[in-house]
């Protein structure tokens, strides 16, 4: 096999970690919702996600005032949804309406929960040291909901510039983990 170099603009594409959120905070005129795909699982008690926004996205400055979001995970069958909602600016833009997304209240936070995705998570800011330099908010998840009828949800993966991988095949080994 012969490896050869790779762009270093493009390296994210190769650790791409987990499947495309939908993001959807609470603003002063209406929700917001927003497609990210830079997270990270960090910790399992309390569960920790890091979350990677610009802090040009409109949605970034209502999560910093409000300290809380929902992260919401869509199937294949919103790529549609999912591509114009990360197309286009919420500050403009009433995106749940203009996409046709349901926002559902959550339980324990403002934001509201996507209906139309198979999984959402309410979360609160658990640290924000690393916001202001590096645009990372490490998110405490508060309440899980998942849809129990789905059961391989079809998720989505961004590989960069409009290309997704949809998740297939599951394959099972046996675990020694408690």
């Not at 749940?96 to 403002?110: E, I, N, Q, W, Y």
């Amino acid at each position: 096999m012969a490896k050869r170099a790779y762009p270093l603009g493009k390296v994210y594409r190769l650790l791409e970690p987990g499947p495309v959120l939908l993001l959807a905070t609470a603003g002063k005129l209406r929700p917001n919702v927003m497609t990210l795909s830079w997270q990270m699982p960090m910790e399992f008690e309390p569960p920790l996600v890091g979350c990677v926004l610009g802090n040009m996205d409109y949605s970034y400055g209502l999560l910093k005032a409000s300290r809380e979001c929902t992260l919401n995970i869509p199937t294949a069958e919103l790529i549609n949804q999912v591509v114009e909602v990360g197309n286009c600016t919420g500050r403009d833009t009433d995106k749940f309406h203009d996409f046709g997304l349901t926002p559902k209240p959550a339980k324990l936070v403002s934001a509201p929960l996507v209906k139309e995705c198979y999984a959402s998570m309410e979360c609160r800011i658990a640290d924000t040291r690393m916001v202001n330099r590096y645009g990372l908010f490490i998110l405490e998840v508060v309440h899980a909901w998942v849809d129990t009828a789905v059961k391989q949800p079809r998720t989505l993966h961004h590989l960069g510039n409009g290309v997704f991988m949809v998740a297939g095949e599951v394959v099972r080994t046996a675990s020694r983990m408690k």
